[in-house]
């Protein structure tokens, strides 16, 4: 048995539960005297509340109360209070806050009852009069009225300086290629709906059981809203059912089971409707315009994007959906801008990928639509204009092997033998598209802290607040402990999801693996580094005269590096020491000094086959290959999920989702799973993941660069691209659905 | 303000509650009684009366399959259905398919082939798998990939759901030699 486990595929350590039915989510805790939580919501998108009449679901037995926000008792109300890890600038939503209404399907009212079915029937029975006001939900309307943000919501998210002159080169280039590229709203609709289970603790404390990806950040924000004392407010989140970007703020019905929980004095669970999370934070509506001038063999001359996306009338959400282009493409002459504009919708969320798959979703079907032009393979033209160094920050690559991405991926693919004339391909009755696209995305690490508690039996038990939304964060970290210590995975226990863990920040960015991987791995070093010294002090302890570094664990024992013939059992280091347990805790913050001369990034080439019905157009996406290089993979397995899972997200994104607004009445129409399409099983064919060798020793301890966002960044490009290979008809408006083949 | 049911209204609206009746469930082999309003769905009633929570909600509307239970061995949306309707029924849940410890075939193939992420589908996705083994519907993995699809996976774990329910008819097929 080796204790080596960093780059071994493992199945998930929290499988099991996951498959019995044990692992409970956040509307699972079946405490006692629960009462249940109804939301109601607006059915106009702009205006105000004249009356609010709950006389007869409060007449209804077994309602308990209906809050609304003129009954409710003192809650903040600075916008500080409310703001969090994942805020924009601006003026946070705040649930039954006032009459105002600022979008359809906000919360207004919530009912609470000694049994769900009765909230839900009370809840049909609270009647709103609404002053209505106009709304506009269009951004193609509102074009003119987009602003810069102020307000940065955080470094590097504004678009970088002009280059050269764009415009001037863009002019005289033999090639040239400008269009418009469109992304329709989407929802993350993640399985399981958002719930808070609020947990009255009897003694002013409250405990939430509640789905969010990071759960000190919706203590503080509880906390704040309500003026508990930061300790009394514990959030709880062992298991959460999918997020993508929905979790990263704490979102309404937190504050909803808090708020009824503390009035009430009692414990309250709240859960959204499918329908009513049409009604949180979504990918927003985004209008591109890319410029490209090539000279005449396909060398980049000029490069110019422009990003137009809607916000909410209260927060400048921000993303970056410009700026890649010239991290990606050599080219002297680059000039990048980025808009917002308000509507009559709730603010925008993160959602997989944020700025990245909308911005490379335009960048690489430009960039198709420029080979043709030119006249030379899609691969061809990003080879031409591969970038040795981030032009944009003017700095090398801390790795960058995107090279081996495009090779291993076009010859697992087949590439070679695609037939450029679209429409060339064709297998019975379907038409064949070939199409590639380039990923990019962000490798980041945040400080975080982690504790181990090892014991003298040899278990160890590592902890910090982190998330596993399906990320495999259990399972990686398991295995970062277990190999640091030398200890069997079924000796180590990773707890995440619970507040009053360690200081984590929010899961998502792709840069959990780095962050609490990086903590996870030094406080177990420095747990080994106790065990080192207790070890040194043994009767002729064969580690007398070594240096920690001297020495590796591995299989349960504390070894020589250079003769692991020699090594002694951690328990017995232990006993010998006088020690039950060894705690630690510690911080990893990142190396800014050696990650500052460095642009990093991980990379990605997604190569995909189409086959479109000749008469009905509909489309299959029956392969596809996407090899990525994001540094040290811990687990191939989870790994591979991640990225899969991704490429179906792209699936969706080509081709399926959209939420419509019906612009009379300012509402999400399609707010149900029937409207909203996502993949199903039968959508999906074969995907191909291939992870290519690549070292990293600067992005962070481990070497790793996260996994979330890569699989969906240009994956939707390349579907669309082998769409217009396959049909000849270039559609520049997500989703590519059959009708707009015609 | 009685109408001629008995029931309490204020104007035209019901302000009392519908009156409840026992019920008995089989519920993964053991019997379980149950006082129940007629309006409550089966899936609410497993997982708010009988805490048997590993059944999951995604929908309420039939649309994506994570409520997926046995009744009588048929696999069945239990958030489309009213709990007082299957007095008698024999119900297994996602609790209920492992024998003890061992887990079945497909949760096992489920875990080897990590076809899940959040998992929160993936008690659905097990049930309506078993459901469709045990009918003999699953032959080809284009079967598996059209008669799965009534389960949504937003983690996008699909080839993997497929290579797992392969790996568990084929174990099927060889324990039944
Ligand atoms: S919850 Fe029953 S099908 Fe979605
Ligand atoms: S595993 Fe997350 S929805 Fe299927």
Known sequence: MTTNYMGKATSRVDGRAKVTGAAKYAAEYNVPNLAYGYIVTSAIARGRITKIDASEALAVEGVLQVFTHENRHKIAEDDQSYEDEAASPGSPFRPLYDNQIKFSGQPVALVVAEEFEIARYAASLVHIEYKVESHETDLSKVRANGYEPKIKRMEGFEPVKPRGNAEKAFQRAVHQHDAEYDLPIEHHNPMELFASTAVWEGNGKITIYDKNQGAQNCQRYIANIFGFPMDDVRVISPFVGGAFGSGLRPQYQIFLAALAARELKCSVRVSLTRQQMFGLGYRPNTLQRVAIGAAKDGALEAFMHDALANTSRYEDYQEMVVNWAGSLYQCDNMKFSYNIAQLDLCTPMDMRAPGGAPGMYAIECAMDELAYKVGCDPLELRLKNYSEKDQNEGKPFSSKELRACYRQAAEKFGWANRKPQPGSMRDGSELIGWGMATGIWEAMQQPASARAVLTSDGKLEVSSATADIGTGTYTIMTQIAAETLGLPLQDVTFKLGDSTLPQSPIEGGSWTAATNGSAVKKVCDAVGAKLFAMAQKMEASPFANLKFEDVAFSEGQMRLKNDSDRGVAIGEIMRHGGATTLAEEATSSPDEAKQEPYARYTHSAIFVEVKVDEELRTIRVTRIVIAVAGGRILNPKTARSQVLGAAVGAIGMALEEESVVDQNLGRIMTHNLADYHVPVNADVYDIDVIFVEEHDTIVNPLGVKGLGEIGIVGTAAAIANAVFHATGKRVRDMPITVDKLF | ?177
């Open chain 2, 1 to 177: 303000m009685n109408n001629k049911s008995g029931v309490e209204t204020a104007g035209n609206v019901s302000t009392s509650l519908p009156p409840k009746s026992w019920i008995t469930l089989k519920i993964n082999g053991a019997e379980r009684h149950l006082e129940i309003a007629p309006w409550t769905i089966l899936l609410d009633a497993l997982r708010n009366l009988l805490d048997l929570t590993g059944t999951k909600k995604g929908c309420d509307h039939g649309q994506c399959g994570a409520c997926t239970v046995l009744i009588d061995g048929k696999p069945i949306n239990s958030c489309l259905t009213l709990a007082i309707m299957h007095d008698g029924a024999e119900v297994t849940t996602i609790e209920g398919i492992a024998k003890g410890d061992a887990l079945h075939p497909v949760q096992q193939a489920f875990i080897e082939h990590d076809a899940f992420q959040c998992g929160y589908c993936t008690p659905g996705q097990i049930c309506s798998a078993v459901g469709l083994l045990n009918a003999g519907k699953l032959r080809t993995p284009d079967d598996i990939r059209e008669l799965m699809s009534g389960n949504i996976c937003r983690c996008g774990a699909y080839p993997n759901i497929v290579a797992a329910i392969e790996q568990a008819m084929q174990s099927e097929g060889s324990a039944a030699q």
